[in-house]
């Protein structure tokens, strides 16, 4: 046989690292993979872990299933029951070795001035009246993939005359301020259709830099809820501006976000869901709200006034009475003889001493939950969980009374249906409490409603800041006639209509009397966000402007305000950074395909200076004097994504009994397949790789050679249980002289 090495079984650990107890255990830690190295050899310690401290030589690592469910039929059993890899002696062992992930890495290129003169560095001004273009040539994988070839694109940018209206300052000697050139060309490249839409991005820089201060910020919460359409309406009603998105769910939590704007929203108060009670059992924070049965009562429609009538009688005709003197044994027991009472375990009742005296440990007219002992007998707890759980009040003395009663209490109803003669009542009474027609009622039973866990009530859950911005404004100025001549000018108008539109600046409108029956409006707008990157500064851009004012009779639309260029600087030095980033794109488990592309390559950019005739440089001297563009950061491809690890582990699985995937992610839930809620696509592992040759027994001695095989564990980045691994595994490894090492 060839000596392959076999890459199976590949893991990846979600549950525990088992460190004590016998293979067979495993079965009871199904849903998620728990990881474990096991003694095979065939003493006593068979199947139980193995130690560093040595009980045994022939090893193999045995892992739990993902399946839920034992049994999905009569053909489909035993799917809990955990898996092993191949045997293998310790002397068998080849490496034990891990490798850490990488994530994309992306290209990125400065022109000029980045923080530092470089050498050779030439002294350049931008002079004035000019055209200067930048060309880009961009490839790699994510731009054939969009687009099957090279993208080529120029960009060009024109300094404006000195002696012009344009350049009333920035311009001193021919020259234009280098700070507005390389902001002209981040702005326009960022603005570019194609160039944007691939991520390039580029930002300015010079040697004044100063950091913005935040003027929006992002806000994140994480709340409990159902994960629907209506839980996000819930959680933008606290937003005055911006928009929430659901960014991550994780179970049943949903994390949300909303992202520049200019202060903390308001708290989020959210719904309570109730959860089904896992046998009358209710987590933290949860309170029982037991089964009810519920009755239909048909009555004559004149023998009850209404509801809340029919709810008495029915309670009324639950009473019981019995005596307050109590006699041992049952006193020792806290226990009370009710004859025939009719009640079941946790039900509310009211208790009542009858006009005697109350047993010592009850109030009279107070409620009280049911502890059945039997069909006669009766212990009262406080609450509904310590009747559950049967910790019943301590009768220390007995009563004086023979009217002392028990009537049942948390009966509800309401009304169903009517007709001329007759009505229909539903009620509900706990459940196992017969109901017994009353008078010419007709009693039937419905149905059962099972038991609940009813959250307690809601906090506010605040939102908490996770990022921030700046933004910047222009001022936007248009004309407009007067309703009147002599006066009534549109400022309300417009007020009223900019007052809801978080693009523009509050309050900033204003308006400025002119002649000849026109008024000058000013308006300030905010920019689109921007983020700093180091020591550059991110090129301003704006939201569209608004269509201007018409009513009929005027009309106007809106000019931005020219901005005058930088005062010029002849000591100033100025750059340009420019990257390029694809946003990866993750669809949701229930729709994503295993045939999906997910991007592994950086894109690749080449950057330089046009020389044509429009730029008037057609000599390479004068190229040579603009400054340099250069390659700062080279690309990483990644590897061992949650999206590489998913693929790998599905397809393992198809060597293990229960271990398929189907591609349907109704079929997936019908049959417990839970592979792919063992991987976070949208993290990164660390893989470790365990070599070993396979122990055939006395197949080895013969000319059959032993089988390499390379179990494969993955971890999630950052996961604290692999330290408690590599304990575990390394100490037995080591004793056969084979220690965790990097793998290259």
Known sequence: MINTRYPYPFLVATGEIVTSGHYGDLKNKSGAVSVGLYNGLNTANQYYIATGSGNGDKFFIGYSSTANKDNLGKWHFGRTNPYKSEQFRGKD????????????????????Y?????????????????????QFILSGNPVFRNWAKYLIHDVYVTTPCCDSSECTSGCEGGEVDCEWVVSEFAKKINEHVELSKIGVHARYITNDYEVTAPTHYDYCLSVCDGGGPTDLAAVQATLTVGKAERIGRDGGVSSYKVTCIPSIPGSLTPFQYSVPADCDTCGAGYTLAFATDVYNIVANEATYANAAAVTTAYQNASLKTFTGVISAPNITANQIPVTAHGFVTGQKVVYTDGGGTAITGLTTATNYYVIKVDANTVKLATTAVNAIAGTAIDITATGVGVAHTLTASGYSTVLSSSNPTTETYQLSVEHGDAVTALGNDVALFAYTVDSICVPASAHPIAWVECGSHYKTTRQLCMTLKRKDCDAGNHLADLQAFYANDPTYVADSLAVTAGVDCFDKYTLSQYSNCMDDGCLSKDSVSFPPIMQGYSNGTSFGVWEVVEVALPAYDAAKKCGLEITAEVEERFLSDCVM?????????????????????????PDVCDVKGLPKAQRVDLPQYSNQSGEWVLREYIKAGAYELWGCDNADAKLREILDQNRRAQVDRKAFYRIYYIQYKADKGNGN????????????????????KIAAFEAAFGSVFSKYGITLKERV
């Open 93 to 112: 062992l080849i490496s034990f070795e891990f490798s850490d992930p990488s994530r994309i890495k992306h290209e990125r290129w400065t022109i000029g």
């Open 114 to 134: 980045n923080g530092v003169a470089g050498c050779n560095e030439p002294a350049f001004n931008f002079e004035c009246g000019k055209t200067y273009g930048l």
């Open 593 to 617: 395909d295993l045939h999906d592309y997910y991007e592994v390559e950086p894109i690749r950019i080449e950057v330089g200076w046009i020389q044509n005739q429009l730029t008037g440089l």
């Open 701 to 720: 001695n013969f000319d059959e050679k032993a089988e390499v095989w390379e179990t494969m564990i993955a971890f999630k980045e950052g996961d604290p």
